[in-house]
């Protein structure tokens, strides 16, 4: 575990595809790459007028053509994105107006508060005069976030992604629906990471499928994406160099280990590492340490840390039968009651 030569032979094209999924913090804008939140529309989809909701229009970013440049980028690129003025006031057949980031979104108040009971008690606070919750961004980081959560909520769709390499948008997703125990929208949640995770067709980040999964407390999804992503290595310095980049350049927060293993704590960014709740990051640790002889594993060595990485997590949640998902994890809010940051206006 460490540094090293990579064990998949790779030709260029396989190079670059790698170099932007993990080189990088985003491989191209976000509306272009995802398309995660639509205008649902008679025309696109047959979804009924009774869940339709103003989503934020997928607006064509700064870059028309929707490429990046991958020629001498000094560090990972900012993975802004910037919601079009026009979609402010969007209509929508809703009878109440929920605002993020100023972004206003028309939904149905019998769909929210079936979902969750905390939403419940806004909408009773909201309902005179102007029907209208605002979320700071405390509650909720963005419109873009706010407007995934709805898909979820809604049972919408999600296309999958060609590459799942946005962890600073899907993990406040989970943090929103957690706060606000929309808990059916987890559980669809999870059925796409299982769906992304073994489907054929394009790159998936396992190691970002594994963070997530184990944000939801899934210990199956983590041990697929060990099995799965065994033979998965960062970049090494060389092939690094063929791309044009220089590691020692980049920030803390994205530098990884060039040429281990992808699930090889040591190796991660520490952006990625300090994303798995303790109890998983402990656990795949303990199971690597225990199990990988050989310089970044064997497939049957990293098989081997699969079973104890869920034997340990099994064991200790047959300890701690209440159920809490880890002791750094704050996503498990309980009791009903909203969150912080939502103000109720009228």
């Known amino acids: ?20 999924n993990r080189g990088r ?20 989809r047959s979804i009924t007028s009774s869940v339709t909701s103003t989503v934020v229009s997928d607006a064509a970013s700064s870059d028309q053509t929707g490429t990046v440049n991958t020629k001498k980028p000094a560090r990972p690129m900012s993975t802004g994105y910037t919601l079009p003025p026009n979609a402010l006031y969007q209509k929508g057949d809703g009878d109440y107006t929920i605002m993020v980031e100023g972004y206003r979104f028309k939904v149905k108040e019998q769909l929210i508060v079936n979902a969750s009971l905390s939403m419940k008690i806004l909408f009773e606070k909201a309902r005179t005069p102007f029907r209208t919750i605002a979320f700071s961004h405390l509650t909720c980081s963005s419109g873009r976030v706010f407007a995934l959560a709805l898909d979820l909520i809604y049972g919408r769709d999600l296309i999958r992604p060609s590459c799942i390499d946005q962890l600073h948008l899907y993990l406040p997703v989970i943090q929103f629906l957690k706060d606000f125990q929309f808990n059916q929208a987890i559980q669809r949640f999870r059925g796409y990471l299982q769906e992304w995770l073994v489907s054929e067709g394009g790159y998936v980040d396992r190691l970002e499928v594994f ?26 310095v060389t092939e690094l160099a063929k791309l044009g980049y220089d590691i020692t350049d980049w920030g803390y927060a994205v530098r990884f280990n ?30 690597a340490s225990e199990s990988l002889i050989t310089l970044n594993g064997s497939q049957q060595e990293w098989e081997t840390v699969a079973n104890k990485f869920t034997e340990k997590l099994r064991g200790s949640r047959s300890v701690h039968e209440c159920g809490t998902t880890d002791d750094d994890d704050a996503l498990n809010s309980g009791g009903g009651a909203a969150p912080d940051g939502v103000v109720q206006s009228g």
């Open 211 to 236: 963070v997530l999964a184990a944000k939801i407390d899934d210990i199956e999804i983590c041990a697929t994406a060990i099995r799965t992503g065994w033979n998965e290595t960062y970049l090494t």
């Open 1 to 20: 575990m460490g540094n090293g030569i990579s064990k998949r032979s790779r030709d260029d094209s396989y190079v670059k595809e790698k170099a932007k």
């Open 258 to 287: 060039p040429g281990s293993s992808l699930f090889d704590i040591s190796g991660m960014t520490p952006l990625r590492q300090f994303s798995i709740p303790s109890k998983y990051r402990r656990a795949l640790l303990s199971a």
């Open 25 to 44: 913090e985003s491989c191209q804008p976000i509306s272009e790459k995802t398309k995660l939140t639509r205008i649902v529309s008679a025309s696109s």
